[in-house]
């Protein structure tokens, strides 16, 4: 639906001004990298290195073949107790004024609680066990802003004004997976495991700019002779429900050296649903002006279905694991994908990660480990959108306590496990910028998109506990 009242002649000079806060789009689908938190207290201690050697209910997610074998029953939880991110991008937006080139640095420091798993895993069979998992590989929401005012005197027209304008974009987006997997040892080298997973992706966006300028009277009291005003506003809700599936593999394939494979399926949406709200004012009236008002109202509601919007990823990793010690290395490949469809445009990318953890005791275990989290986005699209590949380490403990349900017997016993993990990454890349051109005669001012080079800080602290049963 698009409405326009009154029937005027839009103001070309506030369209400039209005069409600014396009590229000022947060497009939140760019705002992070898929897999920021880790899902398990394993994969945290080892950087998420485990697809060769986890054994425990982290497997449900990063391999589901290390759920064979397993002896115990499992429920554990896992989060990050806060994770900070400090994001600036220097010189996001330049506007270009008689007076001078001004810029504005867009800067935000967030600081989110973010629950990242739930598990439960149950043994069928000495060899057979089954799992269940809620996972959240990505979770992000930021706010930006931007402003400036000034008295600035124009060439063409011969006109002074004073200028203000304003910006601002807040972006959430959210990802959830929920479903079973299954882990099968076959022999005692070798396991095999599968996963299926309902899929559900949230992104909102609010985006406002308004540009105003007016020329103040002689004796700076009462009402502005002449002024032109232009506002925009825009609000996108989008959702998509769809399914994926992994097949993994663990092969110990000489005594304590491990090999592990994962391949992961593409995420098709069965459905998606893309809810566009946008409004549009421009005005202007005075002595200089001629008397006109313009606006704009459109809504929008797009659904598709069976569309592939992650394509398939491939982990390959290597580990060598004794009862008290574990060491790994591994690698995946996301191959490139576009979907015009669905806005999808990515690149191929290669992350790594190399991880260990050891018992120092009894009860306590430490462990650490590097990792790169590579960005899959092509391109940065309007400011506030960011393409930043990521580097870094954790270190981290955990400890346990075990009770027998019946005296002098072990086989009803329960453990206690905890782990605290560090995580911190530096990110460089780049960031939509934008400088604007405002302009006051009947020409269309000028917008120029560009990108800015940027340095990106994450820090958590992960939390894990379970409750294993024999």
Same mark, same amino acid.
Request: aromatic content about 12%.
């Given at each position: 639906?698009?409405?326009?009242?009154?029937?005027?002649?839009?103001?070309?000079?506030?369209?400039a001004?209005v069409?600014?806060?396009?590229?000022?789009?947060?497009r939140?689908?760019?705002?992070?990298?898929?897999e920021?938190?880790f899902?398990s207290?394993?994969a945290?201690?080892?950087?998420?290195a485990?697809?060769?050697?986890?054994?425990?209910?982290g497997?449900?997610?990063?391999?589901?073949?290390?759920?064979?074998?397993?002896d115990r029953k499992?429920?554990?939880l896992?989060g990050?107790?806060?994770?900070? =991110?400090?994001?600036?991008?220097?010189?996001?937006?330049?506007?270009?004024?008689?007076?001078?080139t001004?810029?504005?640095?867009?800067?935000?420091?967030?600081?989110l609680?973010?629950?990242?798993s739930?598990?439960? @895993?149950?043994?069928i069979t000495r060899?057979?066990?089954f799992g269940?998992?809620?996972?959240?590989?990505?979770f992000?929401?930021?706010?930006?802003?931007?402003?400036?005012?000034?008295?600035?005197?124009?060439?063409?027209?011969?006109?002074?004004v004073?200028?203000?304008?304003r910006?601002?974009?807040?972006?959430k987006?959210q990802?959830y997976?929920?479903?079973?997997?299954?882990?099968?040892?076959?022999?005692?080298?070798?396991?095999l495991?599968f996963?299926?997973?309902?899929?559900?992706?949230v992104a909102?966006?609010f985006?406002?700019?308004?540009?105003e300028?007016?020329?103040?009277?002689?004796?700076?009291?009462?009402?502005?002779?002449?002024q032109?005003?232009?506002f925009?506003?825009?609000?996108?809700?989008?959702?998509?429900?769809?399914?994926? *599936?992994?097949?993994?593999i663990?092969?110990?394939f000489?005594?304590?050296f491990?090999?592990?494979?994962?391949?992961?399926?593409?995420?098709?949406?069965?459905?998606s649903?893309?809810?566009?709200?946008t409004?549009?004012t421009?005005?202007q009236?005075?002595?200089?002006f001629?008397?006109?008002?313009d606006?704009t109202?459109?809504? =929008?509601?797009?659904?598709?279905?069976?569309?592939?919007?992650?394509?398939?990823?491939a982990?390959?990793?290597f580990?060598?694991?004794?009862?008290?010690?574990?060491?790994?290395a591994?690698?995946?490949?996301?191959p490139?994908?576009?979907? *015009?469809?669905?806005?999808?445009?990515?690149t191929h990318?290669v992350?790594?990660r190399l991880?260990?953890?050891?018992?120092?005791?009894?009860h306590?275990?430490?462990?650490?480990g590097l990792?790169?989290?590579?960005?899959?986005?092509?391109?940065? =699209?309007?400011?506030?959108?960011?393409k930043?590949?990521?580097?870094?380490?954790?270190?981290?403990?955990?400890?346990?306590?075990?009770?027998?349900?019946?005296?002098?017997?072990?086989?009803?016993?329960?453990?206690?496990?905890?782990?605290?993990?560090?995580?911190y990454?530096?990110?460089?890349?780049?960031?939509?910028?934008?400088t604007?051109?405002?302009?006051?005669d009947?020409?269309v001012?000028?917008?120029?998109?560009?990108?800015?080079d940027?340095?990106h800080?994450?820090?958590?602290?992960?939390v894990? @506990?379970?409750?294993?049963?024999w």
């Amino acid at each position: 639906m698009i409405v326009s009242s009154p029937k005027s002649r839009r103001v070309p000079a506030a369209v400039a001004l209005v069409s600014i806060a396009i590229l000022f789009a947060s497009r939140s689908a760019q705002a992070g990298n898929y897999e920021s938190n880790f899902l398990s207290s394993d994969a945290a201690l080892m950087a998420g290195a485990v697809t060769a050697i986890t054994h425990d209910g982290g497997a449900v997610y990063y391999n589901p073949a290390g759920l064979g074998g397993l002896d115990r029953k499992e429920i554990s939880l896992s989060g990050n107790a806060f994770m900070l =991110r400090i994001r600036r991008t220097p010189d996001a937006y330049t506007t270009v004024l008689p007076s001078g080139t001004k810029t504005a640095d867009l800067d935000t420091l967030d600081i989110l609680p973010i629950p990242s798993s739930m598990v439960l @895993t149950r043994n069928i069979t000495r060899k057979v066990t089954f799992g269940f998992g809620v996972f959240v590989p990505q979770f992000d929401t930021f706010s930006v802003t931007s402003s400036y005012s000034s008295r600035e005197t124009f060439d063409a027209p011969a006109i002074t004004v004073d200028y203000a304008h304003r910006a601002e974009a807040i972006g959430k987006f959210q990802t959830y997976l929920v479903g079973p997997a299954v882990g099968w040892q076959i022999i005692r080298s070798f396991r095999l495991g599968f996963s299926l997973y309902a899929v559900y992706h949230v992104a909102d966006d609010f985006n406002q700019f308004w540009a105003e300028g007016h020329t103040p009277l002689a004796d700076g009291a009462g009402s502005p002779e002449s002024q032109k005003l232009a506002f925009y506003e825009s609000k996108s809700e989008s959702t998509f429900f769809g399914m994926t *599936a992994t097949a993994g593999i663990q092969w110990e394939f000489v005594r304590r050296f491990h090999l592990g494979a994962v391949l992961k399926a593409p995420v098709i949406a069965f459905y998606s649903l893309t809810k566009l709200n946008t409004a549009e004012t421009s005005a202007q009236a005075g002595m200089l002006f001629e008397p006109a008002v313009d606006f704009t109202h459109d809504e =929008r509601r797009v659904t598709r279905k069976l569309q592939m919007v992650m394509p398939l990823d491939a982990v390959l990793g290597f580990g060598y694991k004794t009862d008290d010690w574990g060491i790994s290395a591994e690698a995946d490949y996301h191959p490139a994908m576009d979907n *015009a469809a669905m806005a999808v445009r990515r690149t191929h990318v290669v992350n790594a990660r190399l991880g260990a953890s050891g018992a120092i005791s009894d009860h306590f275990a430490l462990g650490g480990g590097l990792f790169t989290d590579r960005s899959y986005a092509r391109e940065t =699209r309007g400011v506030a959108s960011c393409k930043v590949h990521f580097y870094g380490a954790t270190f981290g403990v955990s400890w346990n306590s075990s009770y027998a349900l019946l005296r002098n017997s072990r086989s009803d016993a329960l453990l206690f496990a905890t782990s605290l993990v560090a995580r911190y990454a530096i990110g460089h890349g780049e960031a939509g910028s934008v400088t604007f051109i405002p302009s006051f005669d009947k020409t269309v001012g000028r917008q120029i998109p560009g990108s800015a080079d940027v340095i990106h800080h994450e820090l958590s602290l992960h939390v894990g @506990t379970g409750v294993y049963f024999w």
